[in-house]
């Protein structure tokens, strides 16, 4: 595994970088006849990622065609419900480009936590032709980092076994009690490359204790994200980068 940190001047800068990447993976893989396919981060930060993809990324830049969209994790509601990560996508990138449906993949917020995650982990193994024992690789998958040191919907003190052979597990927010949809740590350490997306000064201290520390703690889960023979990347706006050692 090879880390790299990168530190960008603005939140606008870092989401320039994404959408280079993420056009030129679309790329490679169109070009390979493959597909490309990324999980997708919720909550607040990469909306203004995906904003700038949809005013940048249009359907002559990118293969779209190729792209195929994943979610790391879902919140349990309908899917026009305002908590909802598939409805952030959607009104942010996958409307303002009129994605292909069939390369949409959300997780079913509305249906049983524990009957979607067995549907869910099957269409992913079914995408990828995969058997019922394989642990899917992802091209690309892309990580937020709650201030209590969460990833996706793994939260602290509530892990699921990180050895866990599933693809697909139902947690539950700590704060809100409200039943979340997440891939595995096994899925998210078996990617070919893994990116945090952190931006803001909120996020500098959680940074600064999973980035500075030679051990650090692993009472965090965004601490134990560490894909075996993938590439780990930190992208963090200098707000987020601040208590950082240079
Ligand atoms: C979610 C995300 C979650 C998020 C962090 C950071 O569904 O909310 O998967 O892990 O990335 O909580 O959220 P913000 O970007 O809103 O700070």
Redesign the pocket.
């Known amino acids: 595994m090879t880390v790299e940190i990168k530190i960008f001047e603005t939140a606008g800068k870092l989401a320039e970088t994404v959408a280079e990447r993420w056009r030129e993976g679309a790329l490679r893989a169109s070009r390979t006849g493959h597909f490309f396919n990324i999980v997708l981060?919720?909550?607040?930060?990469?909306r203004e990622v995906y904003r700038y993809l949809a005013r940048s990324g249009d359907r002559q830049s990118i293969p779209w065609d190729a792209v195929h969209l994943f979610w790391?994790?879902?919140?349990c509601v309908p899917p026009d419900h305002e908590e909802s990560?598939y409805r952030m996508v959607r009104e942010a990138l996958i409307d303002p480009l009129s994605l292909p449906p069939e390369n949409i993949h959300p997780f079913h917020g509305e249906d049983d936590p524990g009957t979607e995650a067995i549907r869910y982990s099957r269409e992913i193994r079914d995408h990828l032709g995969l058997s019922a024992r394989e642990i899917p690789r992802f091209d690309w998958i892309l990580?937020?980092?709650?201030?209590d040191g969460?990833?996706?919907?793994?939260f602290p003190g509530k892990e699921i076994p990180w050895s866990d052979s599933g693809i697909c597990a139902v947690t539950t927010h700590p704060g809100s009690g409200l039943k979340?949809l997440?891939l595995t740590p096994a899925v998210l350490n078996h990617a070919s490359r893994v990116t945090f997306?952190?931006?803001?000064s909120?996020?500098a201290q959680i940074v600064s204790e999973i980035l500075n520390g030679q051990n650090p703690n692993q009472h965090y889960p965004a601490a134990r994200v560490k894909p075996e023979t993938g590439v780990l990347e930190w992208f963090l706006d200098r707000e987020a980068a601040a208590l950082l050692k240079q």
């Open positions: 981060v919720g909550g607040g930060t990469p790391g994790d879902e919140r990560n990580l937020g980092l709650g201030q969460h990833t996706a919907s793994l979340r997440t997306i952190v931006t803001g909120g996020k």
